[in-house]
């Protein structure tokens, strides 16, 4: 079994900054496209970004600028910096991660139960 875990969401005013993490953990061979989606309050989730294995990555033109993916293979965790928050950013954050387990040859996708960012003065 895999599984992702995200961590850091919370409270933040205006114009500030958060930093999520997402750790996967179980029989894991290689990850290969780590990604974080979002669904604001009554409304579609949302892709916000990708990086991929290579460290190549892709943002949502909302979070352009502002927010950056990143992520550690040792640890197979991967990062999401939140900068310059708006109360538009507030959302669960999810997770998302295509994940070899060992002894499989195929990637899977795996989510993990999202984390509450809120951005409120």
């Known amino acids: 079994q895999v599984q992702l875990a995200e961590s850091g969401g919370g409270l933040v005013q205006p114009g500030g900054s958060l930093r999520l993490s997402c750790t996967a953990s179980g029989s894991i061979l290689s990850i290969f496209k780590t990604s974080w989606y979002r669904q604001p309050p009554g409304k579609e989730r949302e892709l916000v970004a990708h990086?991929?294995?290579?460290?190549?990555?892709d943002y949502a033109d909302s979070v352009k600028g502002r927010f950056t993916i990143s992520r550690d293979n040792a640890k197979n965790t991967v990062y999401l910096q939140m900068n310059s928050l708006q109360p538009e950013d507030t959302a669960v954050y999810f997770c998302?991660?295509?994940?070899?387990?060992?002894?499989?040859?195929?990637?899977?996708?795996?989510w993990g139960q999202g984390t509450q960012v809120t951005v409120s003065s």
């Open positions: 990086i991929f294995s290579g460290g190549n990555s």
């Open positions: 998302y991660a295509d994940v070899t387990r060992s002894g499989s040859i195929r990637p899977r996708p795996y």
